[in-house]
């Protein structure tokens, strides 16, 4: 389908081999998968399935499904750039607590100062995204 349906059969089919060919995403695009920069799928430790935000129309507007993940996207967090928070820091798997990316934020809040207070890193407690 897609894309894979305008490719020549030697392009999967090396050599005339059309048995026990792999149909793993990554076994004919490994190559794409290490040269993505943006994100860079390894350092951020994308996996290697590419059907999970590629389909056969092509790489360009992958996108994941958040709401189909245990951290669905709301508010200004769907309107996030992908890699401001799968870095290679979080490994492709960032932490779904608040702080671990707001904590300069909760840090920084003065009326009320929440650290002074003892407010917790929760901030869904009292903001939404």
């Known amino acids: 389908t897609g894309r894979h349906a305008e490719a020549g059969c030697g392009a999967c089919h090396e050599n005339g081999e059309y048995k026990k060919l ?56 769907a309107k996030a750039a992908c890699s401001a928070c799968h870095t290679s820091e979080s490994q492709g798997k960032p932490s779904t607590q608040c702080v671990s990316c707001h904590k300069a934020n909760y840090d920084a809040a003065s009326n009320p100062n929440h650290l002074a207070a003892g407010y917790p890193t929760g901030c869904d407690a009292c903001h939404t995204t």
């Open 22 to 77: 792999e149909t793993a995403c990554v076994s004919c695009h490994l190559a794409d998968y290490e040269a993505t920069t943006s994100p860079n799928h390894a350092a951020t430790g994308i996996g290697k399935e590419c059907s999970v935000c590629h389909t056969p129309k092509g790489w360009p507007g992958a996108r994941t499904d958040h709401s189909q993940t245990q951290f669905p996207l709301t508010g200004k967090h």
